[in-house]
C-alpha cells in the first residue's frame, strides 16, 4: 500500500518535470497505485485529480486503452445504476411505465468488474457514486481515440 502523500508528489513532480531539474523518474507501481485508486476521493484529492488527468492525456498503448476501457465500464455502471433508481422511483410513485419497465432488463449486472469492485460500488453513497462517475468521464474525455 502507497502513501497517497508520495503519489501526489510523483504528480506534482511530473508536472513540473520540465523546469529543468530533472528531478521526475517514472515509477510504474506508483503509476499503477494511481490508476487503482484515482475514483477515490480520499486518496486522490480533486487538485491532484486535476493533475492526473494531465498524467493519464501522456499514457501510451495498451495502459491507455485499459484506463479508458476502465472509465467506460465506470460510466455505463452508474448510468445503469441511476436508471434503474430511477425506475424504483417510478414504482414507489405508481407510475410504472410497462415499455421502460421491458426495455430495461438489463441493468448494472451487466456492466460488472470484479467482485472487489462490485463491493465497493454496493458500499459508496449516492454523492460518491456521482463523483466516481464525473471522474469516469473526464477520464474519457482525455483519453478519447486520437
Do not use: C
Request: glycine share 2%; proline share 1%; no cysteine.
Amino acid at each position: 500500500i502507497k502513501d497517497p502523500k508520495e503519489a501526489h508528489t510523483y504528480l506534482s513532480t511530473w508536472k513540473h518535470r520540465s523546469t529543468g531539474d530533472n528531478v521526475w523518474r517514472f515509477n510504474k507501481n506508483t503509476q499503477s497505485w494511481l490508476v487503482r485508486h484515482m475514483y477515490d476521493v480520499d486518496k486522490i484529492p480533486k487538485n491532484i485529480f486535476e493533475i492526473m488527468i494531465l498524467y493519464l492525456d501522456d499514457l501510451k498503448g495498451a495502459s491507455r486503452e485499459r484506463v479508458h476501457d476502465d472509465a467506460v465500464r465506470r460510466a455505463v455502471q452508474y448510468k445503469n445504476w441511476e436508471k434503474k433508481k430511477n425506475e424504483n422511483k417510478k414504482e414507489e410513485k405508481g407510475e410504472e411505465d410497462d415499455k421502460d419497465k421491458s426495455n430495461n432488463d438489463n441493468n448494472a449486472d451487466d456492466v460488472k468488474g470484479d467482485d472487489d469492485d462490485e463491493t465497493i460500488w454496493n458500499s459508496l453513497s449516492d454523492k460518491d457514486k456521482r463523483k466516481q462517475y464525473k471522474r469516469a468521464r473526464k477520464v474519457i474525455d482525455v483519453l478519447k481515440s486520437e
